[in-house]
């Protein structure tokens, strides 16, 4: 199978990429956003600030829990 980035013949540590090298610039696409996931769904700002929000909250939330929890 040969490297999705360079072509170059893949290597079983890095399958399905040649090197780290490959394998850190495929990371680095996904995580700015050159490739993405398409949807049929269209969100409005309002409902993806919403849900960024709430998602925040919840992260809090389940923080303070683990915190304040005590041990049994």
Not at 6 to 26: L, M, N, W
Not at 63 to 70: C, F, R, S, V
Request: net charge negative; glycine share 4%; charged share 35%.
């Amino acid at each position: 199978m040969s490297c999705p980035i360079c072509q170059k013949e893949g290597d079983v540590k890095y399958r399905p990429f040649c090197s780290k090298r490959c394998a850190d610039v495929d990371l680095s696409r996904w995580l700015s956003g050159t490739y993405a996931v398409p949807s049929l769904r269209e969100e409005g700002e309002e409902e993806v600030a919403r849900a960024f929000e709430e998602s925040l909250r919840n992260a809090s939330n389940e923080a303070l829990d683990a915190i304040t929890k005590k041990p049994h």
